[in-house]
T-cell receptor, first 108, second 113 residues
Framework: QKEVEQNSGPLSVPEGAIASLNCTYS??????FFWYRQYSGKSPELIMF????GDKEDGRFTAQLNKASQYVSLLIRDSQPSDSATYLC????????FGGGTRVLVKP | DTAVSQTPKYLVTQMGNDKSIKCEQN?????MYWYKQDSKKFLKIMFS???????INETVPNRFSPKSPDKAHLNLHINSLELGDSAVYFC????????????FGNGTRLTVT
């Protein structure tokens, strides 16, 4: 079992719709959780972090954390073509471990 | 100003050669990292340094040797390059060990022929 798992996609979303991305992790002691966006040929850039159970909203992005079920999700509202990228989930236990990423395609 | 900068951006070399990648951060962070991203886009940690001290050394071949002359710099030297070393190598930093998000450099695309 991989430490951090994501569906590789691609997740195809119509423009204006909500994109929902999921991530599960195996280390119950994990304390902090991050979502990064990576455009093709570019470096990962941080878009959200969450430390506590529940929801955290930042603009069109909402991160949701459920430690009991060991999953973290990212919602992108009003998806735009510029949101087309690979989204990486990262989980910090004793080190920061990345999932394989979910490729999102937003179609106009 | 670039927060985390690494050079070179592209590196094309032949098998058996030795090469180095340099990284510098001006964020005042204590911890620096090297990550490798393979063709399947999977990011895997290689090394972590906290204030010049090696913290994490994953199962990386001995051909890879990191060096941190000070907490703002972390270089990666690779000996006897192999085809399987072809990947994008990212340098990153975080404010302190075990905390905070990572800030990535722009990556070095290494191609071994």
């Amino acid at each position: 079992q991989k430490e951090v798992e994501q569906n590789s996609g691609p997740l195809s979303v119509p423009e204006g719709a909500i994109a929902s991305l999921n991530c599960t992790y195996s280390d119950r002691g994990s304390q902090s959780f991050f979502w990064y966006r990576q455009y093709s040929g570019k470096s990962p850039e941080l878009i959200m972090f969450i430390y506590s159970n529940g929801d955290k909203e930042d603009g069109r992005f909402t991160a949701q954390l459920n430690k009991a079920s060991q999953y973290v999700s990212l919602l992108i509202r009003d998806s735009q073509p510029s949101d087309s990228a690979t989204y990486l989930c990262a989980v910090r236990g004793n080190k920061l471990t990345f999932g394989g990423g979910t490729r999102v395609l937003v179609k106009p | 100003d670039t927060a985390v900068s690494q050079t070179p951006k592209y590196l094309v070399t032949q098998m058996g050669n030795d090469k180095s990648i340099k990284c510098e951060q001006n964020l005042g962070h204590d911890t620096m990292y090297w990550y490798k991203q393979d063709s399947k886009k999977f990011l895997k940690i290689m090394f972590s340094y906290n204030n010049k001290e090696l913290i994490i050394n994953e199962t990386v071949p001995n051909r890879f040797s990191p060096k941190s002359p000070d907490k703002a710099h972390l270089n990666l030297h690779i000996n006897s390059l192999e085809l399987g070393d072809s990947a994008v190598y990212f340098c990153a930093s975080s404010q302190y060990e075990g905390g905070g998000p990572l800030h990535f450099g722009n990556g070095t695309r290494l191609t071994v022929t």
